[in-house]
């Protein structure tokens, strides 16, 4: 029962796990922040290899632990070099690279922690308070809202998944502080028919087309939403 009760307890805190599609996606997810070179995690288990992120969001009275993660083929070398300049870009690499590209590094795990075992190995079900769903008309409704929260240190990652037959992109906005909770969640979110065709949308509302899908940010007329694909979004919505 003792031990049952530990684990019952360690999983009740260990992070929510959401699956990314592909590393390219987890690269996105990191360069939302641009003051600070965030660190990847990797790690194996029996024959599945593990890279990972954890991140904290706002949520309720909690700071809610997300470790999102994708498996890999291989083993990870020494760093994740991106760059969403010109063409979108990601590799791995044994030493870190300069100029246009952004080097993150990444560490090995002797062996996988337990609290990501408990998240993603033995994973259950839990549940958390649904985030306040707020369905907007279209995609531009979703774009103003990254154009008003980006600056020169953070732009908001844009979700994207598979909903039935359809696509859902969705951005996850905190209003602080709401009654006794460190955050109110409101996930603003609209529906396609069709999976996005490029990884960032490109949004200028002065140009005659304001709005397109598009494979790097090098125009700088647009401001852009850095599209992060996950097989399953990790609140109920």
Not at 6 to 32: H, Q, W, Y
Not at 135 to 147: A, E, F, G, P
Request: one cysteine or more; charged letters at 25%.
């Amino acid at each position: 029962m003792a031990l049952k009760n530990k684990m019952t307890r360690g999983r009740n805190r260990s992070p929510f796990p959401v699956k990314v599609e592909d590393i390219a996606s987890l690269a996105r997810l990191l360069s939302s922040r641009w003051d600070t070179i965030p660190h990847l995690l990797s790690f194996t288990k029996g024959e599945k290899i593990y890279l990972s992120y954890l991140q904290t969001i706002p949520y309720g009275r909690i700071s809610l632990p997300v470790l999102f993660y994708v498996e890999l083929l291989e083993k990870p070398k020494k760093y994740l070099v991106y760059t969403p300049l010109e063409k979108e870009e990601t590799r791995f690499s044994d030493v870190p690279e300069t100029g246009r590209y952004v080097s993150y590094p990444v560490l090995e795990a002797e062996q996988m922690p337990e609290i990501f075992q408990l998240s993603v190995v033995d994973s259950r079900r839990r549940k958390l308070p649904n985030p306040e769903v707020i369905r907007v008309k279209d995609l531009q409704s979703i774009m103003r809202l990254v154009s008003a929260l980006t600056d020169e240190a953070f732009s908001p990652p844009v979700w994207c998944y598979r909903n039935n037959f359809e696509y859902e992109i969705s951005i996850l906005y905190p209003v602080y502080e709401y009654y006794d909770s460190a955050a109110l969640p409101l996930l603003y979110l609209t529906r396609i028919p069709e999976k996005p065709p490029a990884p960032f949308i490109a949004y200028s509302p002065s140009e005659r087309d304001p709005l397109k899908f598009t494979d790097s940010v090098s125009d700088a007329r647009y401001v852009y939403g850095r599209i992060v694909f996950v097989e399953k979004f990790p609140l109920e919505v």
